[in-house]
């Protein structure tokens, strides 16, 4: 039997979601015809004209000839969403041990562990209590765990942000990774949305749940378990010196995140080849959620079933590009510290999204040139001098330096603290000091740019918070185009974001099951 797809299914934001399907199927069909069941596989809003729609695509399981004749109506392949993979010739003798537990480390474990490799995943963090533990401590104490935080421990960075499944990766498995979350307690509306987001609070169980699944395949998770130094042999991968000790390891999958300086510095010195990278750098903007609903979706807004509006948005100035990321509707500002007196901050919001604030971060992209990088060093030097900066203008309570957009726009001081969601406070600041110069007047331009695209967004409540420093890794681990191997390292597998692969929670899984895929169809298990 054949699967039909109808696209473009519009019906008004307000109407029941079937019944008004339904209806729009039956007037594409011959009077008379029944309508078929179908099922929704993809929802989308529409807010261009006056009357806001939901836009669907539906598949129906039909031979019936009036449905081909339906406007739209084009068949469709079903496939595997994840295609068995054959084990390799060479015989592996130690377990693959899979550094870092974002998510690419955890879908590398998942794929490996289900054919059979019982993974070893280690990470220099804690488990997601621990973690939730520590950054509630250190909303308290003002004091930073420089191991187990917002950006180290199981689930990454990504676990204390708006957990976003947007990408603009095409992939064969993309589906298989929504489906692996949905089974982990992820909402069932990923699968069909076109922006899918799970939100902070049920990420952190969809995190705990997939920890398990890798576990119930003869994996071992080790938390707070630092990767210290590596031992190569003849080229190869031989050990990984731990704060637990030496481990035997000879395949490696390196899934450190876009934070793990101290790691990639000791790569460097064991003769792993890594490259300075174009990255982003800016600030995070915050505006009144109910004026962003009320621009985008008119008189509907605050509808339960459009949700916060989003945006977003990019422009070029002088052909750099800027552009918004981990845009955060109903969401808030958090800080990212792993390193006292230093300051990062980033977006995060709860699945109802009902903050009062939208968060989005709005970043230049830095060329290695912009930034006078020539190597590793310099690239971290010049992000901790931006954050330490950063620090030193928010004060030793971590505050963050803020600005209001208008001021930010006439290079003046706020008259006073703009209101933000940040939790630590905001101190007034002159971002446009701060910031490198060429950073600053990027985002000036762009600020004009994006009220063009969206009237009022250079609005009088619009505040800006800095540094968004940590969007994506400064450098790239070099690997081979064909095995994914690490240049200099054979048997390391460098992935995500952390090695300059990647940016943002589905592209760093898709990367981690490539690499993993590539280990499977190579090796079998041998010990």
Known sequence: MMTLRIPNIKIR?????????????????????????????????????????????????????????????????????????????????????????????????????????????????????????????????????????????L?????????????????????????????????????????????????????????????????????????????????????????????????????????????????????????????????????????????RYGEAAGHPALGAADYKLATRVGGIPVFSFCMCPGGETMPTVNEAGHLAINGMSYHARGSHFSSSAIVVTCDPEMSGAQNLEDCLSFQRRLEADCFAAGGEDYGAPAQGLLDFLEERPSARAPRVSYRLGARVARLDRILPPVVAHCLRAAFGAFDKQIRGYIHPDAALLAPESRASSPVRIDRDRVTSQALGCDGMYPVGEGAGYAGGIMSS???GLSSAAKIINRYRPGW
């Open 13 to 153: 934001h307000d109407e029941p979601e079937r019944e008004a399907i339904e209806r729009e199927l039956a007037a594409m069909l011959p009077l008379g015809s029944p309508v078929p069941e179908f099922e929704i596989v993809r929802r989308s809003i529409d807010a261009r004209q006056r009357t806001v729609h939901r836009v669907y695509s539906v598949e129906i399981n039909s031979e019936t000839e009036a449905l081909r004749s339906m406007p739209g109506a084009a068949t469709v392949e079903k496939s595997e969403t994840l295609p068995k993979l054959e084990l390799g010739s060479e015989v592996l003798t130690t377990r693959p041990v899979v550094i870092g537990a974002g998510p690419a480390g955890l879908f590398a474990a998942w794929l490996l562990g289900r054919h059979g490799f019982e993974p070893l995943m280690l990470d220099r963090g804690g488990d997601v209590a621990q973690r939730s533990e520590a950054l509630e401590r250190f909303f308290r104490t003002r004091s930073p765990d420089p191991e187990c935080n917002a950006l180290f421990g």
């Open 155 to 295: 689930g990454g960075a990504g676990t204390f942000s708006d957990g976003k499944l947007t990408t603009g990766v095409k992939h064969p498995w993309l589906r298989t990774v929504l489906e692996v979350l949905v089974a982990c307690g992820a909402p069932n509306d990923i699968l069909i949305d076109a922006k899918p987001h799970v939100g902070t609070d049920k990420l952190r169980i969809v995190i705990t749940n997939l920890i398990q699944k890798i576990r119930d395949t003869k994996a071992e998770v080790l938390t707070n378990t630092r990767l210290d130094d590596i031992v190569i042999r003849r080229g190869a991968l031989h050990a990984l010196e731990t704060t637990r000790g030496e481990m035997p390891c000879r395949v490696g999958v390196l899934a450190v995140g876009h934070s793990a300086r101290d790691t990639w510095t000791m790569l460097n010195k064991r003769g792993l080849s890594l490259s300075p990278k174009p990255f982003q750098l800016g600030v995070r903007i915050e505006h009144p959620q109910k004026w962003l609903d009320k621009v």
């Open 509 to 511: 899984a898709l990367d």
